[in-house]
């Protein structure tokens, strides 16, 4: 088992809808999540930072951590053409040099 | 702020050649970068940890003989990848970390397109 499960898509969505994203993980010792957008052939861009459970937003970006199930969610709201990309989710524990563990990535397509 | 750039951004080689990809923080000193290799439609894995003035830390499975790494400066690491084979190419990615932190705090480079024909 993968210490990240990430549904890879291919997720194709209308422009002007909701796209949900998520993770889950295995390792309780994981407390600190990113998301990450990666276009083609280019390096991936932070999206996102939390370390709660709870909500962040940040414009039409909104994170979701849920620690006690493991479990953690990107919605993007008001999806436009210039989302699509692939989307990583990425995790850090305490003391663990800062090193990340990602997920496979979900690519995302926003069809006009 | 926070722009790592690399270079080469694509290389094509001939099998058992040797190939130098530079990763450079350019508006910030980074005493940590790290080293990915990525496969298409894979997420990237870690290869290697970099700290200025000090050997790399390789990831359990990474040949530090084969994926040699030199971090002489606060702003330049370098990955070479020796005796290339066709099993090598792949995406490589670097990034460059501002400040201690959890992982908020690294930036990748736009990554290094390696083809070992």
């Known amino acids: 088992q993968k210490e990240v499960e990430q549904d890879p898509g291919p997720l194709s969505v209308p422009e002007g809808a909701i796209v949900s994203l998520n993770c889950t993980y295995s390792?309780?010792?994981?407390?600190?999540f990113m998301w990450y957008r990666q276009y083609s052939r280019k390096g991936p861009e932070l999206l996102m930072y939390?370390?709660?459970?709870g909500n962040k937003e940040d414009g039409r970006f909104t994170a979701q951590v849920d620690k006690s199930s493991k479990y953690i969610s990107l919605f993007i709201r008001d999806s436009q053409p210039s989302d699509s990309a692939t989307y990583l989710c990425a995790m850090s524990m305490p003391g663990g040099g800062n090193k990340l563990t990602f997920g496979t990535g979900t690519q995302l397509k926003v069809e006009l | 702020g926070a722009v790592v750039s690399q270079h080469p951004s694509w290389v094509i080689c001939k099998s058992g050649t040797s190939v130098k990809i530079e990763c450079r923080s350019l508006d910030f000193q980074a005493t940590t970068m790290f080293w990915y290799r990525q496969f298409p439609k894979q997420s990237l894995m870690l290869m290697a940890t970099?700290?200025?003035?000090?050997?790399?830390?390789?990831e359990q499975g990474v040949e530090k003989d084969k994926f040699l790494i030199n971090h002489a400066s606060l702003t330049l690491s370098t990955l070479t990848v020796t005796s290339a084979h066709p099993e090598d190419s792949s995406f490589y990615i670097c990034s460059a970390r501002t400040d201690p932190g959890q992982g908020e705090t690294q930036y990748f480079g736009p990554g290094t397109r390696l083809l070992v024909l």
């Open positions: 939390t370390y709660s459970s």
């Open positions: 970099s700290n200025e003035g000090s050997k790399a830390t390789y």
């Open positions: 390792n309780s010792a994981f407390q600190y």
